[in-house]
């Protein structure tokens, strides 16, 4: 499963760059002011193998099934969505670090797995995708014979 993603160092650039603009931001802001929640991006996951199938988690709160769209194209899987904004609450807000909006996220994979199989479940926040390998995909025992 190592070869899935490939180590990007732009994007390990882009992500302390990003991390740094935050800490600035936040450092010269005034105490008390918020930070309102950003859009999403890219969502985590959580990729695993088994012998007989790849298993990824990302967790997606507050998103309903009807705003998730998952596909699988030539080897990659995409999951797309929208976290929605919540409405305006009483009071004033001292605090809003949730992100809101569309994300969008693709998953590079081999490409012998059996696309018709794949199953996606939403529990209690996080989604879990379930992609079967294909059967020459698993490993295979071979026995040695004696002459």
């Not at 193998?49 to 790849?54: F, I, L, Q, R, S």
Request: aromatic residues 8%.
């Amino acid at each position: 499963m190592r070869g899935m993603m490939r180590w990007n160092p732009a994007r390990e650039m882009a992500r302390m760059q990003d991390w740094m603009d935050r800490f600035f931001e936040d450092f010269f802001r005034p105490w008390g002011w918020v930070r309102r929640g950003e859009a999403v991006g890219v969502i985590p996951v959580d990729i695993y193998e088994t012998t007989d199938e790849y298993i990824i988690k990302a967790p997606l709160p507050g998103v309903k099934p009807e705003n998730l769209d998952i596909a699988y194209e030539a080897g990659v899987l995409t999951i797309r969505g929208e976290v929605p904004e919540e409405k305006e609450v009483e009071g004033e807000c001292l605090c809003q670090e949730r992100a809101f909006g569309k994300f969008s996220r693709s998953i590079n994979l081999p490409g012998n797995v059996q696309a018709d199989k794949i199953e996606a479940h939403l529990k209690d926040g996080v989604l879990t995708l379930r992609v079967p390998k294909a059967e020459e995909v698993k490993p295979k025992k071979i026995s040695v014979k004696v002459e």
